[in-house]
């Protein structure tokens, strides 16, 4: 079992950058695909990015390509993501999630596939 603990959202006016990092207790981390997803006031959760449980493979939304970066530390067990160039469209509670994987390159893109969850945390975009 994997326990998930989003932290670094924040305020921040548009054109700044937040970086967002998920903590994952248990010593299985590395066996697990990681995630991230977004949900605005009003609108349904939607994915972010994701990363494969080795690290060597990224996907990510067309919204946010270019301007975030998911990234992983296996021996951290930390999950960040870069947030560059913000809008307030990324205005949001972010969430991390994570699903056990048997490929080390597979990415998981969508919600219902994961299994564990944080808390979310806040972010907002000033303009």
């Known amino acids: 079992q994997v326990q998930l603990v989003e932290s670094g959202g924040g305020l921040v006016q548009v054109g700044g950058s937040l970086r967002l990092s998920c903590a994952a207790s248990?010593?299985?981390?590395?066996?697990?695909?990681m995630g991230w997803f977004r949900q605005a006031p009003g609108k349904e959760r939607e994915f972010v990015a994701a990363?494969?449980?080795?690290?060597?493979?990224?996907t990510y939304a067309d919204s946010v390509k270019g301007r975030f970066t998911i990234s992983r530390d296996n021996a951290a067990n930390t999950v960040p993501l870069q947030m560059n160039t913000l809008k307030p469209e990324d205005t949001a509670v972010y969430y991390c999630?994570?699903?056990?994987?048997?490929?080390?390159?597979?990415?998981?893109?969508?919600?219902?596939?994961?299994?564990?969850w944080g808390q979310g945390t806040q972010v907002t975009i000033s303009s």
């Open positions: 248990g010593r299985t981390f590395s066996s697990y695909a």
């Open positions: 999630a994570a699903r056990y994987a048997y490929s080390g390159s597979t990415t998981v893109t969508s919600m219902a596939a994961y299994n564990y």
């Open positions: 990363i494969s449980r080795s690290g060597d493979t990224t």
